[in-house]
């Protein structure tokens, strides 16, 4: 049986959802949670980065954003001026959405770590057709640098695990850790 | 004496002077944008418009701006904020209201001929909608055009297409790759039409930016294919400079029996490959 998957708020002009989502009814969700470390870094001025996560093919095919964290409560938006920083994902997949988007954009995170979890079969990781990907997240920093890590995963996954990947200067250490 | 004080007073009311006098290949002429990829409900791209020799430098001198032309994404034109006319450089904002790609262009057309009337040797300088002016007896009628384009392009949020429709008139660059779609160490293709048709065979100068602060040059002179379509390679990030030159194209004569126009087409574009 093939549905329509759930529509997340924003709106995904041209991202190629047509073959990665294939509808099933799972009877509990499976999950993924993404533990990401901001590094605490000594600089004179210091802004906690913009950070974006999505989902891509094992191809580099985007497949949904999962997360944008930004200075979403500045006035008149003007806070995703800075999105297109975030260059891979604003060339993949940010610049057809529309921001805020429910569910997606948050505030920026202060170093630390942090864990969003995400359920399958709802907005907006949604329905993921059995496959090799990859989590990708990019973070930007004002008046700082630029990173981009990459976490392989295999969706459906056959029994809770994960897989790390650490970054080097504006991402330290990140985590994906999946319930069947 | 006089048709040579009427000619200068020609060239400065038609913005010419300073534009047309020297070849293509002097100096470069280019818009320099401040940014051409940019997010949020409005926008606002700054640009600076000179000619020099080193790129992207103010070595030389300003480019006026009579002749500019801005399209906005649903193809109507876009009015510039003037910020000033140096000697160096002219700059202007371009504001942006709505999202998509806009073409940014200083857009050159001029005519001069030559003819005989009543034994004496006349010049004229003018367009194609003044060529009226020229008398009836006018004999040995010599014409040339020169058509010259000058342009950028910037995009707020998602990229589009309809400001980068052909206008069919002279030498343009039609993306194959968008643009503001462009990033270092992925070849971009464009495609160059004369007059709205390919341009096949026509030689592209190549060059990244930067070039008072190494000893290369670094041009890459490269060719279109049959259907005018080239494929650029910015090796590393940054704003290229691109120029291309062709004689010809629809060659209309302006009367029958008369020689057909001598025409000239320039074109220059600034492109910014972004880092992968």
Redesign the interface.
Known sequence: MITTPPLPAARW??LPISMALIASAPATAAEMTVTVTIPRLAVAEYHAPYVAMWVESDAGKPITTLATWYSVKLK???G?????EL??W??KA???LA?PADGISSPTRPPGTHSVRFAGGTAPFGNLAPGNYRLMIEAAREVGGREIVAVPFQWPAKAAGGSTATGTAELGTVSLALKP | MIAHFTVCRLLALAGLAATLATPASAHRRWLLPSITVMAGDKGLASVDAAASNALFAFDHRALGLDTLAITGPDGKPVSPVVIGKGEMRSAFDVPLAQPGTYRIALAMNGMMGSYVLNGEKKRWRGSRARLSEIPAGAANLELSENLGRVETFVTLGAPSTTALAATGQGLEMLPVTHPNDIVAGEPAEMRFVMDGKPAAGLKVEFVAGGTRHRDQAGIQTLTTNADGIVRLMAATPGFYYLEADMEGGTAAAPAPGQPAVKRRASYTAVLEFLPQ
């Open positions: 002009h041209s008149a938006n003007e995703t001026k800075w999105l297109p260059r891979s604003w060339r940010g610049r057809t921001m």
